[in-house]
């Protein structure tokens, strides 16, 4: 804060009336934050990880990939081995003209990948992505044997069990007129 003042290059007069333990502190506290937040200094922050939600419904499973900043071109998916793996890049594209800088950068930038194993249950040939406004979607098909179905109960003549309990029925009247003669 003192660097902005134009009133003085010293701000020791302000604190000369005031207790030196407490409002000094206070002082020194605000300084020290405020030149914190001023100085030029670049984040250590670590690459750039697309944050992704993973859904299921009853016909597929819906992976959604927040990606703001990524261009499209920059990004590639593929199945390989029963996996999914998603990589690209978030580029850095700020140019810092003469007299200019960065003061601060929280921002992740620089190259992602994400794999994620794949049930065996997936259609892969199916396989559909949308990518609109920084989020990725990616549509993971579920395959007909995989999304279950209702088993009618039969009751009476036909089908496969009328005739496995015809063909037994028939060999039980063979043991029985066997043994009677």
Not at 57 to 77: A, S
Request: hydrophobic content about 35%.
């Amino acid at each position: 804060m003192r660097m902005l003042s134009t009133m003085s290059p010293d701000w020791a007069w302000s604190r000369r009336s005031l207790s030196p333990t407490l409002m000094g502190d206070v002082f020194d506290d605000f300084d020290r934050i405020v030149d914190s937040f001023l100085r030029p200094t670049v984040a250590n922050t670590v690459n750039f990880q697309p944050s992704c939600d993973v859904r299921e419904t009853k016909d597929h499973y819906l992976v959604t990939f927040d990606m703001p900043g990524v261009k499209k071109d920059d990004i590639k998916i593929e199945v390989q081995n029963n996996q999914l793996h998603i990589s690209g890049e978030r580029r850095y594209e700020m140019k810092e003209e003469e007299g200019e800088s960065t003061l601060r950068r929280e921002r992740a930038y620089g190259k992602f990948e994400r794999t994620f194993t794949l049930p065996s249950t997936i259609n892969a040939e199916k396989i559909e992505a949308h990518y609109e406004d920084g989020v990725l979607n990616v549509a993971l098909p579920k395959a007909e044997a995989a999304k279950g179905r209702t088993i009618q109960i039969q009751s009476g003549q036909g089908g496969f069990f009328s005739k496995l309990l015809g063909a037994k029925k028939e060999d039980t009247k063979e043991i029985k007129d066997v043994k009677a003669s």
